[in-house]
């Protein structure tokens, strides 16, 4: 019986604002996961898209004199062109104002009334409207929002409640009987943390006469369905729960829910006791990355220090962009933007190693053996070196770390650049009796070079892409069994093509601008 597909997910992006580097680290670290598995021979689901309703999304469509739906069909399209700038190979991207996921929605919610899992109650606390939270007085931080620290106000209402509270003694189980479920370690220490304190109820709606734009819910004219329940539907109602039996049976559970920090309560809380309510198998991972902070603040829409990936990738290219975020923190972990950083990576991991190591070598090939891979003898190959990077770097990413699979990657360009160092190919030439150890370096070089692109193809894949053409190799790459990295890629009398600079010298002025 084959395998089930891996299935991963971004959360959904709101569109009250142009996507920026948060929303794009999401996606290329997700794209990443994407494209490895792919490379490993698995069929892969990759779905991303978009939150279109709720308070924040009707206030920013009113403050340009827009229709909701008018505004949200007009900022889907910015993720959709950024997703196509960095490359991103996603499979399906969803909108909740889609009606397959409206009609689960509806499906889901009156199975929960019919299972006792919803009653309607009058509740009075103190709303966030930022977050589209409700909090008790005891919540509160200094009379604030205990998450966003911006001002709240007091409301009374009738509304529909999810009886989530009953299912906290499960849930703690279930996280603590299921190690990977919450990662990283801190991520999960920090929802028990949360559960040490009574569950509330989730209240799961809003009057329409205070927000009008959302989904109906099914049996009230009067109440729309609160965004972070709706939201959350996506990742079942995307691979046809309640809709298209077999399909959802083929993809669900999903493998990898990746979301920021800031939102992991709603997918370590809400989000598996709705599952369970309704009798769905868990996700197996729910993965939580860090912030990308400048001078201590995280970057965010609301803090106005937006940084715009499109203007990075122009002035450093996309896989520049892609390397420094990948490599520059661990999965979970905050990372600290700076321009400057990214200028330094840029300058001297991938275009003084990498960039280099390819110059250096295509100039001496054509230099010595008119461009071609010269004969060679089998210590050329380094098997045993090439099987322990590949070791590395796939137990790497089967943990969801594309900063060590990187860092194991890169620590061999520079070891194969002191080898140009000590054999001084240079001066070998100058000796007949030293061709054939000339031979033997270049095409040790050349060889090495090969298997690190196709390393990099989950990666870096423009770059890998481009190294593995002028190297005359093919790189729709499927690696099923080992062995099949573990041979020679480049034959005595191919030809390499030196092609232009893989990463050009930085244009001061247009860097400064």
Avoid at 200 to 227: F, M, N, Q
């Amino acid at each position: 019986m084959p395998s089930k597909p891996f299935y991963i997910t971004t959360p959904l992006y709101y569109v009250n604002a142009k996507p920026h580097i948060g929303h794009a680290y999401t996606n290329i670290l997700c794209d990443t996961f994407a494209r490895y598995h792919r490379f490993r021979g698995e069929e892969v689901f990759f779905l991303t898209g978009t939150d279109e309703h709720g308070t924040k999304i009707e206030k920013a469509a009113r403050e340009q004199n827009k229709e909701p739906r008018q505004y949200a069909d007009e900022m889907a399209p910015h993720f959709k062109d950024l997703w196509k700038l960095l490359g991103i190979e996603y499979d399906y991207f969803i909108r909740t104002t889609d009606e397959g996921h409206k009609k689960a929605v509806g499906n889901i919610l009156r199975d929960l009334e019919a299972r006792g899992e919803i009653y309607k109650a009058s509740y009075k606390g103190w709303y966030c409207t930022p977050c589209e939270s409700f909090w008790t007085k005891l919540q509160l931080v200094e009379g604030k929002c205990p998450d966003c620290k911006r001002d709240v106000q007091e409301l009374s209402e009738d509304n529909y409640f999810f009886k989530m509270s009953k299912y906290q003694k499960w849930l703690i189980d279930y996280i603590k009987s299921h190690p990977d479920f919450i990662k990283p370690e801190i991520r999960k220490n920090e929802i028990l943390g949360f559960l040490r304190e009574p569950l509330e109820d989730l209240c799961i709606t809003r009057p329409r006469s205070r927000l009008a734009w959302g989904i109906d819910y099914p049996t009230s004219k009067e109440h729309i369905v609160y965004v972070w329940f709706d939201a959350l539907i996506n990742y079942v109602s995307a691979v046809g729960y309640t809709t298209e039996d077999k399909r959802f049976k083929t993809y669900w559970p999903a493998d990898v829910h990746m979301v920021g920090k800031d939102i992991l309560r709603q997918h370590a809380v809400y989000w598996p006791c709705m599952l369970k309510a309704c009798g769905i198998e868990m996700p197996k991972t729910v993965i939580a990355h860090g912030w990308w902070t400048m001078s201590g603040a995280k970057v965010s829409k609301s803090r106005g220090n937006i940084v715009d990936p499109v203007e990075l990738c122009k002035k450093y290219s996309v896989d520049a962009f892609r390397y420094f975020l990948l490599h520059e923190v661990t999965v979970g972990l905050d990372g600290a933007f700076s321009e400057d950083l990214l200028a330094e990576r840029y300058t001297t991991d991938l275009a003084n190693d990498l960039g280099n190591l390819w110059f250096r070598l295509v100039s001496m090939l054509d230099k010595y053996f008119g461009g071609k891979i010269p004969d060679h003898s089998a210590k050329a190959f380094p098997k045993e070196s090439i099987q322990d990077l590949l070791k590395k770097v796939t137990d790497a990413m089967s943990q969801y770390d594309p900063r060590t699979a990187l860092t194991a990657i890169f620590e061999v360009v520079t070891l194969l650049n002191q080898k140009i160092e000590e054999k001084k190919p240079w001066v070998l030439a100058k000796d007949a009796s030293k061709k054939g150890e000339l031979g033997d370096t270049l095409a040790f070089l050349a060889e090495w070079i090969a298997h690190i692109a196709v390393l990099l193809l989950f990666l870096t894949p423009v770059t890998a892409k481009e190294i593995l053409k002028r190297l005359g190799l093919k790189s729709d790459w499927i690696l099923k069994k080992e062995n099949e990295f573990l041979t020679p890629f480049l034959k005595p009398g191919m030809t390499m093509e030196r092609g232009s600079a893989l990463f050009p010298r930085l244009d001061e002025e247009k860097i400064a601008s």
